[in-house]
């Protein structure tokens, strides 16, 4: 029977070296430290993004929690992109286009017929939804810098700062002290990353 075990494992390690990464720029200058903190935020949210992909489409085939359990499925997928059909199709009268995978509500969306609404992790969705919704509003932000982007992260700018404070970068947000006095907000990030993967994996 598949498992998640391996793609936890996969996820632990690339986030490691997000966090190596980041140990290695402490002594840099603090505009490379900033650009390079938006880097890995890039690379996590895409990590974050392929991830869920992966694990739910498996959990839709059947594949076990890291802990042994099975998913409870209203109904068992034989592969992956007959998974990926049947979450666009199945009990939906207008098909959807995409499968977003780097939003919680959209994810628990795309799960909602296959994936009973009683397996646990529909809730680790709904618990961790609000981390997901930061690093994916940074990373809009840091990839568009539009006008729609920029006001969910002015958003985000009056949340950690308490105020609307002009001329904070993506770069600032993320390695200033002013946000966390424990480790930097991509550390931070990171870190809670992994505590919901683990979550949604182990059953």
Not at 59 to 87: E, S
Not at 91 to 119: A, C, H, M, Q, Y
Not at 154 to 167: D, F
């Amino acid at each position: 029977m598949p498992s998640l075990v391996k793609d936890y494992a996969d996820f632990r390690a690339e986030t490691a070296r997000l966090t190596s990464l980041l140990a290695s720029t402490t002594t840099l200058a603090p505009k490379h430290r900033k650009y390079i903190a938006e880097v890995a935020l890039l690379r996590l949210a895409i990590l974050i993004e392929n991830s869920m992909k992966t694990v739910f489409c498996k959990l839709c085939c059947g594949a076990t929690f890291i802990d042994g359990a099975a998913p409870t499925l209203i109904v068992q997928q034989r592969n992956i992109p007959t998974a990926v059909k049947t979450m666009k199709t199945l009990n939906r009268p207008v098909t959807r286009n995409g499968l977003p995978w780097n939003d919680g509500k959209e994810i628990r969306e795309n799960i909602k017929f296959v994936i009973d609404p009683s397996d646990k992790c529909h809730q680790e969705l709904i618990n961790h939804a609000g981390l997901m919704t930061d690093i994916r509003w940074i990373r809009n932000h840091i990839a568009h810098r539009n006008d729609g982007t920029r006001k969910n992260f002015v958003k985000l700018i009056q949340r950690y700062y308490g105020a609307r404070v002009p001329g904070v970068t993506c770069g600032n947000l993320l390695v200033s002290p002013r946000v966390s006095y424990t480790r930097p907000l991509i550390e931070t990030h990171i870190v809670k990353a992994n505590v919901m993967m683990r979550d949604i994996v182990r059953g």
